[in-house]
């Protein structure tokens, strides 16, 4: 009886001497391990008397309970010493200056998404976004490209799995990633009241592979939609978006007849270039280069987002994001903005304090 009391006492004393998480450990093996004392005490029950075994044996179990309580209690104060500890000790001064070596870097895209977006939301535009994994309806139908139509295939669309659980509008055909951020424009007229004047810059997806392709890239997508909006509205403010774009108002712009399904009529836009000591150089030479497609949106895109074409218009337009980065800042290969190569951060990153805005400047 006495050994037990004993034991108990000192394991009580010695639990609440323990001063660190090892010690407390050391001491749990040391009494309740394999070979422990409190272990072998149980052991030594076998060699007892039946009512001896029975009433040392509550006894034990009670003072294991009790040992069990003290060290888990005792663990709970210890780990909370030492948290406070390493908090202390870890504090970062986040006051400090950074040092210039160390600052990260915003990647290109970002950069000339932010660029994007302060110049169109100065115009008026907001931002809004939509689903990477589209519905055929959203990606195609609705943007009147039906079953059939060419314009699918040469979209090279990623097809996922038609099991995949996405909502499915209209038809039964798989999920795509989305091939352009035109779907956007359909979800905003859908869902927002008019007039609707928004941005969509994001991913997209086409399976293609080059210097100048790679399988995922960003676009802006444009859209304004009023009662009288009309192509001189389309016209005005993609020049003056390219002009605050690359901050220089005599860089040559051009409008080329095109075709697209969801725009009537349509076109592309070039700005002027030249090579000049083997750099690109925009404003400069007699080279035309295009940077986006554009046009009145089209009726039936207008029907199929529940809006009377008798009573509204406007223009819509989407814009290579890697092409203008490309154009703007000098850089030859387009996979490299996808490498993640820290070199090439630090060489075209950007700092995070030099954030993008039409009163601050752009990315200069
Ligand atoms: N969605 C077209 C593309 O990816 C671009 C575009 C958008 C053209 C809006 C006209 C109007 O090529």
């Known amino acids: 009886m006495d050994d037990v009391i004993k034991l108990l006492e000192s394991a009580r004393n010695d639990i609440a001497k323990a001063d660190n998480l090892q010690q407390l450990e050391s001491l749990r093996v040391a009494l309740l391990g394999k070979k422990g004392s409190l272990t072998d005490a149980m052991k030594s029950l076998a060699g007892l008397s039946d009512t001896n075994r029975k009433e040392k044996g509550q006894q034990l179990n009670l003072v294991k309970q009790e040992i069990t309580d003290l060290l888990t209690k005792r663990k709970v104060l210890l780990e909370q010493v030492e948290l406070n500890h390493r908090l202390k000790a870890e504090k970062i001064d986040v006051t400090l200056p950074s040092l210039a070596w160390q600052i990260g870097r915003l990647h290109p895209i970002t950069q000339t998404i932010d660029e994007l977006t302060a110049i169109f939301g100065q115009m008026g535009f907001s931002v809004a976004e939509g689903p990477e994994i589209e519905d055929d309806f959203h990606n195609f139908t609705a943007l009147n490209i039906p079953p059939s139509h060419p314009a699918r295939q040469m979209h090279d669309t990623f097809y996922l799995h038609p099991q995949q659980e996405t909502p499915q509008e209209g038809n039964?055909?798989?999920?795509?990633?989305?091939?352009?951020?035109?779907?956007?424009?359909?979800?905003?007229?859908?869902?927002?009241?008019?007039?609707?004047?928004?941005?969509?810059?994001?991913?997209?997806?086409?399976?293609?592979?080059?210097?100048?392709?790679?399988?995922?890239?960003?676009?802006?997508e444009g859209i304004w939609i009023d009662r009288q909006t009309h192509m001189g509205h389309l016209k005005g403010c993609l020049i003056d978006f390219v002009h605050a774009f690359f901050e220089n108002e005599s860089i040559p712009v051009r409008f080329r007849a095109n075709h697209f399904p969801f725009t009537e009529p349509s076109a592309e836009l070039d700005i002027g270039y030249g090579i000049i000591d083997g750099m690109i150089r925009i404003g400069e030479g007699d080279?035309?280069?295009?940077?986006?497609?554009?046009?009145?949106?089209?009726?039936?895109?207008?029907?199929?987002?529940?809006?009377?074409?008798?009573?509204?218009?406007?223009?819509?337009?989407?814009?290579?994001?890697?092409?203008?980065?490309?154009?703007?800042?000098?850089?030859?290969?387009?996979?490299?903005?996808?490498?993640?190569?820290?070199?090439?951060?630090?060489?075209?990153?950007?700092?995070?304090?030099?954030?993008?805005?039409?009163?601050?400047?752009?990315?200069?």
């Open 287 to 364: 080279k035309w280069l295009e940077i986006l497609g554009c046009g009145m949106v089209h009726p039936n895109v207008l029907q199929a987002c529940d809006t009377d074409p008798d009573s509204y218009q406007g223009f819509a337009f989407g814009i290579g994001i890697e092409r203008l980065a490309m154009l703007k800042y000098g850089i030859p290969d387009l996979r490299t903005f996808f490498q993640c190569d820290l070199r090439w951060m630090r060489h075209y990153g950007f700092l995070p304090y030099d954030t993008a805005s039409s009163i601050r400047g752009l990315g200069l």
């Open 172 to 220: 039964n055909a798989p999920p795509v990633l989305r091939t352009h951020t035109s779907p956007v424009q359909i979800r905003a007229l859908k869902s927002l009241p008019k007039p609707v004047a928004v941005i969509a810059p994001g991913r997209t997806y086409r399976s293609d592979y080059d210097q100048t392709h790679t399988p995922m890239f960003h676009q802006v």
